[in-house]
């Protein structure tokens, strides 16, 4: 059957908005039967009921339920998430303000995995049963069982102790001023107006926090490439290829590789998502000030503001990474299009 890629397209979108509805209708509900008054969070404890029922005028909590959702999808739409109740700050302002830092670690993090899992992998399969094989097998084991707050530690110790003039905090050095943007994300900021300081210090910031989070994709990418390529060397069409004498490095980098691909592509997308909202125990070892870590903090403050948007902006970064993925997976496999289509 033949397929229409902007069918699929639309398909997926349509899927995407049922999501965000689900997504966004489930955590409204969360935030109205939590134990707590929004308005009496918002001016504390010494506020007066008269200024309190002020406040819930204010904040439409006076207006019935379907209201309040509909108004507050509809400015979620426009990016208006309402005022933070412990800052006073418009929520919008502050997660745009931390969102790059997260971002910024998260697809660095995401690239180590990459470029390091993969090829581990690919070799631990082709040497299967070898020392090569045990040492990945091995380092992968460590990767997954180990939490990233450990590793995140353990880095902080290895630069105390022999790297001393390796920064652990923060994203820059604080003597360097930041170049005006446009994205936020510092390597690309500075690169682009030539502020090779900037990079320097930010790369360096960068490169502990994204190895400690790295770890347990790295661990998990490595043991599931390895077990797909070593069940498609098992197939007819590896062993045909094989038998006409093809080298065993086309076969492992053309066929192999591609075949095997699924699995770790669709993990390393729900693993980029994950990451944006889970990354808070490293941002708050190595003092990052990103998106993750004040979604917790608004969290134990209840900042029922903040919590929403914090849930909607991952919910919205989880769906466009599946997407990204799933277009990706169909334009590897054609037989995905086919399924798909029928």
Do not use: C
Not at 180 to 187: A, E, I
């Amino acid at each position: 059957m033949q397929t229409n890629p902007v069918s699929l397209m639309l398909r997926r979108l349509v899927g995407f908005a049922g999501v965000m509805f689900v997504l966004s209708a489930m955590i409204f509900i969360l935030a109205r039967i939590v134990p707590g008054d929004p308005a009496r969070i918002a001016l504390g404890p010494s506020a007066t009921q008269q200024q309190v029922d002020e406040m819930r005028v204010e904040m439409g909590l006076d207006a019935p339920l379907w209201q309040q959702y509909t108004d507050y999808v509809w400015r979620g739409l426009q990016g208006d998430f309402g005022k933070s109740l412990i800052s006073g700050r418009q929520v919008s302002n502050e997660i745009a303000a931390l969102l790059p830092a997260t971002l910024e670690l998260v697809i660095v993090t995401v690239l180590l995995i990459v470029a390091i899992s993969i090829p581990l992998g690919v070799m631990t399969a082709r040497y299967r049963n070898s020392w090569i094989d045990n040492a990945g097998r091995f380092f992968s084991i460590v990767g997954v069982t180990m939490p990233s707050f450990l590793f995140a530690i353990l880095l902080q110790l290895v630069a105390a102790n022999f790297l001393t003039d390796w920064p652990v905090l923060g994203r820059v050095n604080y003597s360097l001023e930041l170049p005006p943007g446009p994205t936020g994300l510092l390597l690309i900021d500075s690169a682009v107006h030539g502020d090779w300081a900037v990079f320097r210090s930010a790369l360096q910031h960068l490169i502990f926090p994204a190895l400690a989070l790295a770890m347990a994709g790295i661990g998990q990418i490595t043991r599931i490439t390895r077990s797909a390529m070593i069940e498609h060397q098992r197939r007819d069409h590896v062993l045909t290829l094989k038998s006409f004498g093809v080298p065993d490095r086309v076969i492992v980098f053309r066929y192999l590789l591609k075949l095997s691909s699924i699995a770790p592509l669709t993990i390393m997308g729900l693993e980029f998502a994950s990451l944006i909202g889970n990354a808070f125990v490293v941002e708050l070892v190595f003092s990052w000030g990103g998106f993750a870590s004040y979604g917790l903090e608004a969290i134990l403050q209840k900042d029922l503001n903040a919590v929403m948007a914090v849930v909607l902006v991952s919910g919205f970064f989880f769906v466009v990474a599946n997407l990204v993925i799933d277009i990706v997976l169909m334009a590897i496999d054609p037989r995905l299009r086919f399924k798909e289509a029928n």
